[in-house]
């Protein structure tokens, strides 16, 4: 996804938790800040957010999965009927693979493996390293998001002021996960075939087919302009309007979030296990956009141009892969949010 798609799936999960009226302290700590998700949510894939040459660039948080040849093959199998469970039915991904008859039995018996450029920086292990430092920041919070928070923090009382967690720099960390929780929703960041590199024809037209819906609106200098920058009050201020703003996206994407309940993570899973299950079925999502017979793993020269898999026809694949990758990456963003408030406040 591209920074307008990122800044309105942060928006979005905010107002989703707001209408399921539960975390109401986490919405209390996030909905003043929501203009901001379109600079926080973008961070990771910023080039100037990192320091220190070709070795920190922002592009190592993909698991690009792949046919594993080796030994061990049991740890790379997850059959349909396991997989489905472990993410669940109130996800979209799971219908659409439900729903799939182009993978077979012997396709989700063969073993994968995911591997990244450089070893441990990968979509999962951001996901979990951010979400556990989290949980120690929001426990070191200032004075407003101590009140957020249930209990006493005899050590804070030992802290200056200055150097405990600020309400807005716990805002932007939430954002900032967001964009991981994201991506593992984005099939061509799960797949290692070459044709969903970001510099081949699938993966920018799928980005900018969905940036196209989600419209201009959520560009940082229209979320954040110079004014509202200048005016804290203001911005605090018209947050309802930019969460109402979000949720009428939604009929752009086929969503409907008629029951906007935000289930807990999948029982025995942390945030690791559930980012790999979610990357894992993305990868299966993307062999079924490029079918994996036509478009073979081990073929470099292999393209799957977005008009050749997607824009054809009735466009039905497109609708239903639309809906069910924005419908997730907002529901996984809350589930994962919600996950880390429960940890501190609960």
Not at 115 to 127: E, F, S, W
Request: glycine share 4%.
């Amino acid at each position: 996804m591209n920074q307008r798609t990122h800044s309105w799936i942060a928006i979005r999960a905010i107002a989703l938790l707001k209408d399921e009226n539960k975390e109401k302290n986490l919405v209390k700590l996030l909905k003043p800040h929501a203009r901001e998700a379109s600079v926080g949510a973008w961070i990771p894939d910023q080039a100037d957010a990192k320091r220190g040459g070709a070795g920190a660039l922002t592009d190592n948080h993909v698991l690009k999965i792949e046919p594993y040849t080796g030994s061990q093959r049991e740890r790379f199998i997850t059959h349909k009927e396991e997989l489905l469970e472990r993410i669940g039915m109130y996800r979209m991904t799971t219908q659409f693979l439900q729903n799939d008859n182009s993978l077979d039995r012997d396709w989700w018996a063969t073993p994968y493996r995911g591997d990244v450029p450089k070893p441990g920086q990968h979509l999962p292990n951001r996901a979990m390293s951010l979400s556990t430092m989290m949980k120690d920041l929001l426990l070191m919070g200032d004075k407003r998001i101590d009140h957020l928070i249930p209990g006493d923090i005899r050590f804070a009382q030992y802290m200056i002021p200055e150097t405990r967690t600020q309400e807005e720099a716990a805002a932007m960390y939430f954002f900032m996960l967001s964009h991981f929780i994201a991506d593992a929703c984005m099939p061509c960041h799960c797949d290692a075939r070459k044709l969903a590199a970001y510099s081949e024809g699938l993966h920018k037209e799928l980005e900018r087919h969905w940036s196209r819906k989600v419209g201009t609106g959520f560009e940082k200098r229209n979320l954040l302009p110079k004014a509202l920058l200048e005016d804290r009050e203001r911005t605090h201020g018209d947050s309802d309007e930019v969460l109402e703003q979000a949720r009428a996206i939604d009929t752009k994407f086929g969503l409907e979030f008629s029951e906007p309940a935000v289930p807990d993570l999948h029982r025995g899973h942390d945030v690791w296990l559930e980012v790999i299950n979610l990357c894992r079925a993305s990868f299966a999502m993307a062999s079924i956009i490029a079918p994996y017979r036509q478009y073979r793993y081990d073929d470099s020269d292999a393209r799957a141009p977005f008009k050749t898999v997607l824009d054809t026809g009735d466009r039905k694949l497109l609708k239903d892969l639309n809906k069910a990758v924005m419908y997730d990456a907002v529901l996984n963003t809350a589930i994962v949010w919600k996950h880390i408030w429960n940890k501190v406040s609960k």
